[in-house]
T-cell receptor, first 115, second 114 residues
Framework: DTGVSQNPRHKITKRGQNVTFRCDPI?????LYWYRQTLGQGPEFLTY????????KSRLLSDRFSAERPKGSFSTLEIQRTEQGDSAMYLC?????????????FGEGSRLTVL | QKEVEQNSGPLSVPEGAIASLNCTYS??????FFWYRQYSGKSPELIMF????GDKEDGRFTAQLNKASQYVSLLIRDSQPSDSATYLC??????????????FGQGTILTVHP
C-alpha cells in the first residue's frame, strides 16, 4: 500500500503528558500537511511542509505544538503538556505541488483523547 | 466571515432524489475547488475538483462553479443510502506561502433515506 500512513491510530493520554504522532506520506509527494478535526467541524489547517521546509504554521497553533520533517520524508507532530481541548482527530495529508491537481491525499488519522 | 462556508445541515433527501450542497468562499484569488466525502470515523476522500466556471460532471456527481458569485456547489443525482456522509468543500489558495494549501468548510451532513 502506497497511501498516507499515520500512527498511532488512537492515543489516550492524561492531561499534561506529551504525545507524538507520525505520518508517512505518499513517497513521491513533496508536500505534507497536518490538519486537526473535531466533531462536527471540517479539517482545520495546522501546518505544512514542502520537502523538509516548514512553510506555514497556523496562527491559532499553540507553541505547545511542534512539527518536523527532517529528511523531507516522514513527519512528526508533537504536542507538549496536553490539554483536554487538544482532543481531536489529527489528519495528515500529502500532495504533489506544482504537479497534479493539488488534491490532498489523507491518511486515516490519529485520534487523540486527553483525559 | 469564514473563508469557506457551507450550507448548514443536516440535509435529508429520499433515495433517488437530487441532493444539492452549497459552498461560498471569501478569497477571490482562489482558483481550484474540491469536494471531499467523509464517512463517519473515516478520513476525507476526494469526489471531484473544479477550476473553470460552469459545470463539471462525473457520473452521478456534478460540480458547479461561479467565480463571480464566489460560489461552488455539488449536485448528487439519484441519491443512494451509500451517499450518506459529510461533504466537505475545500478551496485551494493561489499564491504566497499558502499556495496549494486547502481550506475546508465545516461540512454538510447528508442523509439519504430509503
Amino acid at each position: 500500500d502506497t497511501g498516507v500512513s499515520q500512527n498511532p491510530r488512537h492515543k489516550i493520554t492524561k492531561r499534561g503528558q506529551n504525545v507524538t504522532f507520525r505520518c508517512d506520506p505518499i513517497s513521491e509527494h513533496n508536500r505534507l500537511y497536518w490538519y486537526r478535526q473535531t466533531l462536527g467541524q471540517g479539517p482545520e489547517f495546522l501546518t505544512y511542509f514542502q520537502n523538509e521546509a516548514q512553510l506555514e504554521k497556523s496562527r491559532l497553533l499553540s507553541d505547545r505544538f511542534s512539527a518536523e520533517r527532517p529528511k523531507g520524508s516522514f513527519s512528526t507532530l508533537e504536542i507538549q503538556r496536553t490539554e483536554q481541548g487538544d482532543s481531536a482527530m489529527y489528519l495528515c495529508a500529502s500532495s504533489a505541488i506544482p504537479r497534479g491537481t493539488g488534491e490532498l491525499f489523507f491518511g486515516e488519522g490519529s485520534r487523540l483523547t486527553v483525559l | 466571515q469564514k473563508e469557506v462556508e457551507q450550507n448548514s445541515g443536516p440535509l435529508s433527501v429520499p433515495e433517488g432524489a437530487i441532493a444539492s450542497l452549497n459552498c461560498t468562499y471569501s478569497d477571490r484569488g482562489s482558483q481550484s475547488f474540491f469536494w471531499y466525502r467523509q464517512y463517519s470515523g473515516k478520513s476525507p476522500e476526494l469526489i471531484m475538483f473544479i477550476y473553470s466556471n460552469g459545470d463539471k460532471e462525473d457520473g452521478r456527481f456534478t460540480a458547479q462553479l461561479n467565480k463571480a458569485s464566489q460560489y461552488v456547489s455539488l449536485l448528487i443525482r439519484d441519491s443512494q443510502p451509500s451517499d450518506s456522509a459529510t461533504y466537505l468543500c475545500a478551496v485551494k489558495h493561489a499564491g504566497g506561502t499558502s499556495y496549494g494549501k486547502l481550506t475546508f468548510g465545516q461540512g454538510t451532513i447528508l442523509t439519504v433515506h430509503p
